[in-house]
């Protein structure tokens, strides 16, 4: 006996077929008028679950991997710092090096744009499906720290292990503890050859013995990081600074009218 449409969309709902039960009444009407075939509409319903089922999938990756804003390129100001490395930039978003194991390191003052780019270039890694973990480095040490506090370090050092796409941000903007040397170590070592590692810092590699507070352990983690590396060094203008000072002359401005009015 033919199910009515209610009975349908109930029985949708069981599968847990959200991404067909939300468009078969418009696909209904679409093979009813004509417009599709039986085999036509069947295949669009089917396609409308899988794009329900993968938009799903990347909310969720999107949640798990730490980002906090969705950054890409098409928002990025290239004309404030010319100098910048962007075909070196398009390159690690094409995430080919994600695809070769390779890792990345962008080193260049504050504010002129490495946190913007490791965004948008997790963003566009998460959108190819692929497992990211984003982690500011001061944030990253405070969840090792808790991890180890509560006995679950093991397992989300594995977390870290197992990413597609691992990326440190700031690392060097505070000061770090000698335990987080030996973290960033662990790290890095676990994901060798294996997955790729993107660290952004305003430290200069000369400046590694003192940052991670061991000149022995910075060998080893540069020796395994820059093996398989894309270097960029980003220089011009602070990003951060031009938009106060924006702010600033608008505030000023505001005020000026105010007292003139």
Known sequence: MPMSITEIEQALKVLRLGGIRATLEARAVQATAGELSFMDAFAMLLQDELDRRKSRLLERRFIVSGLKERKTLSEF??????????????????????????????????GTGKSHIGKAIALAAIGSEHRVVYREAHVLFEDILQASNLGTKKKFMKI???????????????????QNGEDILDIIMSRYEKKSTLITSNRIISDWDKMLCDATLSSAVLDRLMHHCNFLKFEGRSYRLREAGQKLAASAAETTQVQTA
């Open 77 to 110: 100001d290239w004309s404030f710092n010319p100098k910048l490395p962007k075909k070196a930039i398009m390159e690690l978003m094409s995430l080919s090096f994600v695809s070769h194991h390779e890792d990345a390191l962008i080193i260049g003052a504050p």
């Open 160 to 178: 870290l292990a197992d990413a597609d796409l691992l990326i440190i941000d700031d690392l060097g903007l505070t000061q770090l503890a000698p």
